[in-house]
C-alpha cells in the first residue's frame, strides 16, 4: 500500500549549516508518527520542508505524488495541513470562523460553487472538528476570550477541519500544563483511531511516547533511531543524545538512569 507520507534521503541546508541529511520517513495511513529529538534536531526543519517552506534535496512524496515543486498552497490543496508553533488565530474571527476558514480548499471550481452555495455548507466539519476537542461552546467567543490551551487547541481543530491526508502538528502542547497535554494526547489518540494520519512533533516527551505508533529520532539532523516507543525509549543513542541536551529530567522521562550511559 503507497504510505501517505514518504520522504526519502530529505536534506536541507542553511548556508553552511546541514539542519537535515539524508531523512528517511515513512507514514502509514492512520499512522501516527512521532518525531522527536533535543532542541535544534531538525524537527520543525522537516515540517518546513516537507509542507513547502523551505527547499530541500531528496525526494518526499504524499499519497504517491512527488511534491517537488509545488508551493505551500498546492500542497494543502493535496491534503497536507500542518499547525505553528506559534499561535496564528484570527482574532477578528469567532473560534468558529477561525476553524471555519480552514475548511475552505478554494480551487476556480469550489470559488464558482461558493457563489450559489449557502456559506454553512461547510459547517459540518467545522462543527465536528469543535465537538472533538470539546470547544462547541467556545464558537461564538473571540480568540482574546480564551485560555491559551484553548487557543492551541483552536489551531489543531482549524487544521483538522480541512480532512487532510496528513496532519503534522508542531509542539501543539507547549504551554499546557500536564492535565491539558494528556487530554490532548487522549484526542490526538482519538483521532488517529478514527483514520486521519499524523505526524506530531513536541518536546513533551511523556505525551510522544504513550501516544505514538512509531517514533523517529533526529540529533543534528541525522536520524539515530526509530521504532516503536518502548524500542526508542531505552535506545542508548535516544538516551546519550538527551542527557547532553536536557539532563536530568528528560532522563527519567525515557525510564532510564543517567548512570547507565557512559
Given amino acids: 500500500m503507497t504510505p501517505v507520507l514518504e520522504a526519502r534521503a530529505l536534506s536541507v541546508n542553511f548556508g553552511g549549516v546541514r539542519a537535515l541529511?539524508?531523512?528517511?520517513?515513512?507514514?502509514?495511513?492512520?499512522?501516527?508518527?512521532?518525531?522527536?529529538?533535543?532542541?535544534?534536531?531538525?524537527?520543525?526543519?522537516?515540517?518546513?520542508?516537507i509542507s513547502g517552506f523551505v527547499s530541500y534535496r531528496g525526494d518526499a512524496l504524499l499519497d504517491g505524488e512527488d511534491l517537488v515543486g509545488k508551493p505551500p498552497h498546492a500542497r494543502a490543496r493535496l491534503g497536507l495541513a500542518r499547525t505553528w508553533q506559534s499561535i496564528e488565530l484570527f482574532d477578528d474571527l469567532t473560534v468558529r470562523e477561525n476553524v471555519a476558514v480552514a475548511s475552505q480548499r478554494l480551487t476556480p471550481s469550489t470559488a464558482l460553487k461558493g457563489l450559489v452555495s449557502s456559506a454553512d455548507s461547510n459547517m459540518a466539519e467545522v462543527d465536528e472538528a469543535l465537538r472533538t476537542f470539546e470547544l462547541g461552546g467556545l464558537g461564538d467567543a473571540m480568540p482574546s476570550e480564551v485560555s491559551q490551551a484553548h487557543r492551541k487547541l483552536v489551531g489543531v481543530a482549524r487544521a483538522l477541519a480541512a480532512s487532510p491526508q496528513l496532519l503534522c502538528l508542531d509542539e501543539p502542547a507547549a504551554g499546557l500544563d500536564t492535565v491539558e497535554s494528556e487530554a490532548l494526547g487522549r484526542h490526538l489518540r482519538e483521532i488517529v483511531d478514527r483514520g486521519t494520519t499524523m505526524l506530531l512533533v513536541d518536546h513533551d516527551m511523556g505525551l510522544v511516547l504513550s501516544i505514538s505508533d512509531y517514533v523517529v529520532v533526529l540529533e543534528f539532523g541525522k536520524v539515530i533511531a526509530q521504532g516503536t516507543p518502548e524500542a526508542v525509549r531505552s535506545d542508548p543513542k535516544v538516551i546519550s543524545a538527551y542527557l547532553g541536551a536536557a539532563g536530568a529530567e528528560v532522563s527519567a522521562e525515557l525510564g532510564a538512569d543517567a548512570g547507565a550511559v557512559s
Fill in 21 to 49: 541529511v539524508d531523512v528517511d520517513l515513512r507514514i502509514e495511513r492512520a499512522q501516527l508518527v512521532g518525531l522527536i529529538g533535543p532542541n535544534g534536531a531538525g524537527k520543525t526543519t522537516f515540517i518546513d520542508a
